[in-house]
């Protein structure tokens, strides 16, 4: 929690204002009563109707103060809050960014979703109704018991007998709620996941007709979220019958006293209503208070998640050095490499060894679960090797810092992954300032010449996911947009797969003939894409079974061979 107080540092004008102007409106609505006092012993007692006009236009102007400080103290807190949950938001998303995969994967995109959209949120509105709320309704039922102690002190211990039990109830409530409050929000994480596995499967759902299934399960789960939620709102609905109950029976006490007391002569007619007041404006302030309670144990709950994110610390550490690239020589090695997933029982990798200069292709291939795509999430530094060294340019990986880093390395997923906007805004993604012929170029290699054909060309807009493309024209696109920054090794991560055999040929052609300097990293399924490849790696369960070149491996790995014959019987049936 005092992780998230840093970002109120900026607003402490707001955070100081706000309650001031509050307490002045509390001030003045502890006067009426007193006034409403003097009209009734003063003004009606002696009929005096130019005293009872003085005193109702007092009334008036102390409401009018009282609702012009109450609108500037809604100011200063909507201020204050909204800037605070901008701040939060944007502190939370920048440092998401700055997360290593191994954080993003335990802790989960559904979830860092729901923290940095209704967490924030819920702490941006804690913030907004404490200004609003804290300061005014202690300080009305503090006031209120001064000024009933002035009155009659006797009296005013039903006040002091009050105040602790509803104190007391406010306690067992909020000691209730916070970890239901907790609960439920991570239940609503699952629902979150849930509902984004669905929604980006719908296809795979719809193929093998899961929908009624499907739909059960999200209703057991909101079903399992309302019941929680139900169970928070029981305890919840407590607070307002139970306080209005005892606050009800105070006033029942006050005026079965303070009658007595006027029949007695020691307290006049007025002095009572204002003791009522008082006791009316202690109910009030307690029910804004409950009403408050539930509002801060659901922003104490978020904010305690959202200062989880915040206090996570990235396992992989920044480099202080930039990567200078030599103008030739050894470019990548991989020294008895290994690596293995958190909370993973085998290696994903283990023992990986090989050495590329620049301008080398370098092919890795083999079956499904083999570590592929992990070995290229290495090269990027996605994930740290477990075992090992690597080093690009001469030098040891984690010395250099990441965004650097990032630069001279042009990665395309296994998974195409476009995003909402034109075909020219996906392409800056690698460099901001590229000139509209170098994208032009990165199309023309890429074999991405469809965006020329569409109707707007480089202006066409993209919806989300690109999904008004094929899976081929993303494919090309993101191989485009890799090209487009000029790195110095790209890494193709089966990112051809959409692609027919031609087309394949022709982009494997553009790279080797208008990339000599580039340094190339393709990972395919297909032995045939890979066979021109100046090194290739055998990967099986983890471990390099062979790597050579297509003549070597075509005579001393079986694994390479099994492959390279499936492949091309297969073709010669097709």
């Not at 409530?173 to 916070?178: A, L, P, W, Y």
Request: hydrophobic share 45%; charged share 20%; proline share 2%.
């Amino acid at each position: 929690m005092q992780k998230l107080l840093k970002f109120l540092k900026p607003y402490k004008l707001e955070l100081i204002l706000g309650p001031c102007f509050k307490l002045l409106e509390a001030i003045f609505e502890l006067i009426v009563p007193v006034v409403m006092a003097r009209i009734i012993d003063n003004g009606i007692a002696n009929q005096d109707e130019n005293y009872i006009f003085r005193m109702c236009g007092l009334i008036v102007i102390l409401g009018i103060c009282g609702l012009c400080f109450a609108l500037t103290c809604q100011y200063f807190a909507a201020r204050c809050a909204f800037r605070y949950g901008s701040d939060l938001r944007k502190a939370l998303y920048e440092h998401i960014n700055r997360l290593s995969e191994t954080e993003i994967d335990r802790l989960g995109t559904s979830t860092l979703i729901n923290r940095i959209t209704n967490d924030v949120t819920a702490s941006q509105s804690g913030v907004n109704m404490f200004i609003r709320l804290a300061s005014r309704a202690p300080f009305l039922v503090i006031g209120a018991v001064v000024m009933a102690l002035i009155i009659d002190a006797k009296l005013a211990l039903i006040f002091l007998i009050i105040a602790p039990i509803v104190a007391l109830l406010l306690y067992f409530v909020m000691n209730r709620t916070i970890p239901l409050y907790t609960r439920n929000q991570k239940k609503l994480d699952n629902i979150a996941r849930h509902t984004g596995e669905n929604l980006d499967g719908i296809r795979v759902i719809r193929a093998f007709a899961r929908q009624k299934q499907e739909t059960q399960i999200f209703q057991e789960e909101c079903a399992d979220l309302e019941q929680s939620m139900i169970q928070v709102g029981k305890i919840s609905a407590v607070l307002n019958p139970l306080t209005f109950m005892i606050m009800n029976l105070g006033i029942v006490a006050v005026l079965w006293f303070g009658g007595i007391h006027v029949n007695t002569g020691r307290l006049s007619q007025g002095d009572l209503t204002a003791f009522t007041n008082y006791m009316t404006q202690i109910l009030l302030a307690m029910i804004a208070l409950a009403n408050l309670i539930v509002i801060l144990t659901k922003a104490q709950a978020s904010s305690l998640r959202v200062a989880e994110i915040l206090e996570t610390k990235s396992s992989m550490q920044d480099g202080e050095e930039f990567p200078e690239v030599p103008e030739s020589g050894e470019i990548l090695s991989f020294s008895d490499v290994g690596f293995s997933y958190a909370g993973a029982g085998d290696k994903a990798l283990e023992h990986i060894s090989f050495a590329l200069q620049k301008g080398q292709t370098l092919g890795i291939i083999g079956g499904t679960g083999s570590g592929k795509s992990t070995l290229a999430s290495l090269i990027s530094r996605s994930y740290d090797a477990t075992e090992g060294e690597i080093r690009i340019f001469g030098k040891n990986i984690k010395n250099y810092q990441l965004k650097a880093l990032h630069r001279k390395i042009g990665n395309v997923p296994q998974k195409a992954v476009l995003f909402t906007g034109t075909v020219a805004e996906n392409l800056r993604l690698a460099d901001e300032n590229i000139s509209e012929a170098d994208m032009h170029q990165a199309i023309e290699i890429a074999q991405a010449d469809f965006v020329n054909s569409l109707q707007y060309g480089l202006d066409t807009h993209l919806v989300q996911s690109g999904r008004n493309l094929s899976g081929g024209q993303k494919q090309r696109l993101t191989i485009a947009r890799a090209l487009a920054g000029k790195p110095d090794i790209l890494i193709l991560d089966d990112s051809m797969s959409a692609l027919d055999y031609a087309t394949d040929a022709r982009l494997r052609h553009a790279l080797k003939n208008q990339c000599q300097e580039m340094t190339k990293i393709i990972i395919s399924q297909r032995a045939t894409s890979l066979m021109n490849a100046d090194w290739i790696l055998v990967l099986d369960d983890g471990k390099c079974v062979g790597q050579g070149t297509h003549e070597m491996l075509m005579q001393n790995c079986d694994i390479y061979q099994e492959i390279y014959h499936s492949q091309m019987q297969s073709g010669g049936q097709k």
